[in-house]
């Protein structure tokens, strides 16, 4: 069965495809046998109750609440190296108050403006680090990054928000060759990461295979889940079993360093300034063409035209595709022109009814016949130099 994708950008859509392939044909073994990682769509289903029940408590009851949530997700958000969200309940303990509206403020809507998402991601990080310096300074598995705020939203909104884990999205972007640069920590570009994940979600929505089996998640599940409707979880799912289940395991791509991965992305962003110069040139073409075909319908036989010399005749003959054979009485006799030339310089000109703006509009495009098609040529050669590219 055909599981390719469409419309894929930055991506390599060969490795992405093998990708996809893996996922479907592993999916009982990726959601079974201990594995289970439906339990995102699981989490997700009651995270966000949780954590609204959670701060609408009062402050001696915030902090259990919270508790609840940090051990709903387990080693999701936090993992043996960083325990930033456990330690965010902790600080709940001490400052109820505060705890409560840095994660309003981290949770309030921003109508998907990503700057507006990426200041509100830094000023969460901004307290996290005031309350770790203030409680818990040798600790550093306390410490937060960027992941805690973005996992605690995408499980709280996947509709809208993406879920992050460095090592694995960055194992991702390096198989299927996404090597636009998202940085790290406070300095993350959420527009970029978000690109690659809009990117996956386009290709996701193009794969049947991919979506019929995604659908067949509810089978393995043990209580509720998050519908997914935006895909998100699915995403950020692909990207995740990626490194833990070796999904690009023997795919061949390319690793760059910094240096060749710049010069990798001027060679794409040159492929697309060619590709849309093509398409450009080839939509002159078509007006073109259409110009020919206007002016070769309406110089049939019997048709009237206007000669700048020789006054009104009328066309008795096509002895050649741009030739045709025209009477006119004031000569007494025939005369042969070449039509294309003589409208062009203006020496005849159509007795017809036709609008005179898309009639001059017409006999402007035939005036420049030979630039369009030599632009049109030159287009396609360009673009030939970058295909690999695209």
Not at 32 to 53: C, N, S
Not at 299 to 314: D, M, N, T, Y
Request: overall charge negative.
């Amino acid at each position: 069965e055909d599981i390719s994708g469409e419309g894929i950008d930055r991506m390599n859509r060969a490795n992405l495809e093998q990708i996809f392939g893996r996922y479907v044909k592993r999916f009982p073994e990726l959601n079974t046998g201990g594995h289970d990682e439906v339990y995102k769509w699981e989490i997700a289903a009651q995270f966000r109750p949780m954590i609204d029940r959670a701060l609408a408590a009062d402050d001696s009851s915030f902090p259990k609440r919270l508790v609840d949530v940090v051990q709903l997700t387990e080693q999701t958000i936090d993992n043996r190296y960083e325990l930033s969200f456990y330690a965010l309940s902790d600080y709940a303990k001490r400052e109820p108050t505060a705890v409560r509206q840095a994660l309003r403020d981290l949770l309030e809507p921003d109508g998907g403006d990503l700057q507006v998402r990426n200041h509100r991601f830094t000023g969460f990080l901004n307290f996290c680090q005031t309350m770790h310096e203030k409680y818990y300074r040798d600790r550093w598995r306390y410490q937060a990054g960027i992941r805690l705020p973005m996992m605690i939203t995408g499980f709280y909104d996947p509709e809208h928000y993406y879920l992050y884990k460095a090592l694995q999205a960055k194992r991702f972007a390096d198989c299927v060759e996404f090597y636009d640069n998202w940085g790290s920590g406070t300095q993350m570009d959420l527009q970029v990461y978000h690109r690659m994940c809009d990117e996956l979600v386009k290709a996701i929505r193009d794969c049947p295979a991919l979506l019929e089996t995604n659908r067949g998640r509810v089978d393995y599940a043990r209580g509720p889940i998050h519908p997914d409707e935006a895909l998100h979880l699915l995403a950020f799912d692909i990207i995740y079993c990626c490194s833990v289940y070796g999904l690009f395991d023997g795919i061949h791509y390319t690793m760059r360093n910094g240096q060749e991965r710049k010069a990798y992305l001027a060679k794409i962003d040159a492929a697309r300034a060619a590709a849309e110069e093509r398409a450009k040139a080839e939509e002159q073409v078509a007006r073109l063409e259409h110009a020919e075909e206007f002016f070769e319908e309406r110089l049939s036989a019997g048709s009237p035209i206007a000669h700048r010399s020789f006054g009104v005749g009328r066309v008795i003959g096509r002895p050649g595709k741009y030739l045709i054979e025209v009477e006119f009485p004031e000569k007494n006799r025939s005369v042969t022109l070449v039509w294309r030339d003589c409208i062009k310089s203006g020496i005849i000109s159509l007795k017809t009814g036709v609008d005179k703006g898309e009639y001059d509009e017409l006999s402007a495009l035939l005036s420049r016949a030979d630039r369009i098609r030599q632009e049109a040529a030159a287009a396609e050669e360009k673009l030939a130099a970058y295909a690999e590219y695209l």
